[in-house]
């Protein structure tokens, strides 16, 4: 495709990983592999709390809708760069690119919206163990997944009707294997300002607030494990937090690397955006897995296989 001086852009042309022809096997083999162990692991999460009615409970209610928004956020991006590296075709439409970056922009929000709802949980749970079930009644769980959606959705829309006011020159590369909006952006002819003001204030507000929010569950959360008097009781109440404890720092770990990294179109930059929206979804499950009883034996029972009773 030519560069041609006109701002009515058709599609965007997404650089990937590499320019070799070599490495496009052992990338795809890679990335088809990740996805499918993610859509496949937050499935059977999602099975195994739906089948199993000691885990309809406010924890996993909220867990069941994260591996929901975990599905949805690797589903936006690694199918198309999927397609891309078989066909190896680097282009993306635009109307597909905006869509994209939308869909990006809502299921990354949501995650970071119920890791939040996740650690007030564990706060009640812990802190307020008396008045956890007066707190976390199913209208309040119901209302804080709701919330979490339409502020999501809005903001995304939002941001989605902005760009759809922008008009772009010649060059239509986005150095990246998706629609990243900030690289989007530096490729606009007209006026962003507003687009640009609008980015760093909801990136602040969603990096800042949640995460404001995480570390004051987790230092009461502390502080109330610290003052059990038994060392029993001090592993029982960690337990119960340690799992979202880990994706709360996987997720923020790597989604900051990705903010800081000075150029994500280089390689480090890839592999950290790698590493926030293939690695940290696909970990969940695995995590939450591994380290709770419960729901050992949900999915021992979907899976078909007999729990062990202890």
Same mark, same amino acid.
């Given at each position: 495709?030519?560069?041609?001086?006109?701002?009515?852009?058709?599609?965007?042309?997404?650089?990937?990983?590499?320019? %070799?022809?070599?490495?496009?096997? !052992?990338?795809?083999?890679? /990335?088809?592999?990740?996805?499918? &162990?993610?859509?496949?692991? =937050?499935?059977?999460?999602?099975?195994a709390i739906s089948s199993d009615s000691r885990l309809h409970t406010p924890m996993y209610f909220f867990l069941s809708n994260l591996s929901f928004a975990d599905i949805s956020f &690797? @589903?936006?991006? &690694?199918?198309?760069?999927?397609?891309?590296?078989?066909?190896?075709?680097?282009?993306?439409?635009?109307?597909?690119?905006?869509?994209?970056?939308?869909?990006?922009?809502?299921?990354?929000?949501?995650?970071?919206?119920?890791?939040?709802?996740?650690?007030?949980?564990? /706060?009640? %749970?812990?802190?307020?163990?008396?008045?956890?079930?007066?707190?976390?009644?199913?209208?309040?769980?119901?209302?804080?997944?709701?919330?979490?959606?339409?502020?999501?959705?809005?903001?995304?829309?939002?941001? @989605?009707?902005?760009?759809?006011?922008?008009?772009?020159?010649? #060059?239509?590369?986005?150095?990246?294997?998706?629609?990243?909006? %900030?690289?989007? !952006?530096?490729?606009?002819?007209?006026?962003?300002?507003?687009?640009?003001?609008? $980015? +760093?204030?909801?990136?602040?507000? $969603?990096?800042?607030?949640?995460?404001s929010g995480i570390l004051f569950s987790y230092t009461r959360i502390a502080s109330s494990i610290l003052r059990i008097p038994t060392a029993n009781g001090k592993y029982k109440a960690?337990?119960?937090?340690?799992?979202?404890?880990?994706?709360?720092?996987? /997720?923020?770990?790597?989604?900051?690397?990705?903010?800081?990294?000075?150029? %994500?179109?280089?390689?480090?930059?890839?592999?950290? @955006?790698?590493?926030?929206?293939?690695?940290?979804?696909?970990? =969940?499950? /695995?995590?939450?897995?591994?380290? #709770?009883?419960?729901?050992?034996?949900?999915?021992? #029972?979907?899976?078909?296989?007999?729990? +062990?009773?202890?």
């Open positions: 495709m030519e560069p041609r001086n006109q701002t009515s852009v058709t599609e965007f042309l997404l650089l990937g990983f590499s320019q %070799a022809s070599v490495y496009q096997p !052992l990338l795809f083999g890679l /990335f088809l592999s990740m996805y499918l &162990v993610t859509v496949l692991g =937050n499935l059977l999460i999602i099975l &690797v @589903s936006t991006t &690694v199918p198309k760069m999927l397609v891309n590296i078989q066909t190896q075709s680097k282009s993306i439409t635009y109307a597909g690119c905006i869509t994209q970056m939308y869909f990006f922009m809502v299921f990354g929000g949501m995650d970071t919206f119920l890791l939040t709802v996740m650690a007030y949980d564990r /706060f009640v %749970a812990i802190c307020h163990p008396l008045h956890y079930p007066v707190i976390m009644n199913p209208r309040l769980c119901g209302l804080l997944v709701l919330m979490s959606w339409l502020i999501s959705l809005s903001y995304s829309l939002i941001q @989605s009707l902005l760009i759809l006011r922008l008009s772009f020159c010649t #060059n239509w590369v986005i150095p990246h294997f998706y629609c990243e909006l %900030a690289k989007a !952006l530096t490729l606009a002819c007209s006026d962003t300002l507003v687009n640009h003001i609008l $980015l +760093y204030m909801v990136t602040s507000l $969603l990096g800042i607030v949640p995460f960690f337990s119960t937090c340690a799992s979202h404890l880990s994706v709360v720092s996987l /997720f923020y770990g790597t989604g900051l690397g990705v903010y800081l990294s000075s150029d %994500a179109s280089s390689w480090r930059g890839m592999i950290t @955006s790698v590493m926030y929206t293939m690695v940290t979804p696909m970990l =969940n499950p /695995f995590i939450y897995s591994l380290r #709770n009883r419960d729901i050992k034996r949900a999915l021992q #029972n979907v899976l078909g296989r007999t729990p +062990y009773v202890q």
